[in-house]
């Protein structure tokens, strides 16, 4: 993710077009599965946002899990 932010930093394009990329990179990064937190054998929350979460996607932040 810091290498992202210093590509970024780096670019000599509009501020406009800078939103965009750091846009798409999020996006992006929410694809790659993390860790739930398991906080009884029942519960599980994203490890993003601390929601609840029971599919393989939180349903408040789009972050893929992996159980």
């Known amino acids: 993710m ?10 000599e394009t509009g501020n406009q077009s800078k939103q965009h990329i750091e846009l798409a990179i999020k996006a992006l990064e929410k694809q790659i599965p993390k860790d739930v937190v398991r906080e009884r054998a029942a519960i599980k929350t994203c490890p993003v946002c601390d929601s609840v979460v029971n599919k393989n996607y939180c349903q408040n932040c789009g972050q893929k899990l992996n159980y």
């Open 2 to 11: 810091e290498q992202n932010k210093i590509a970024i930093n780096h670019l």
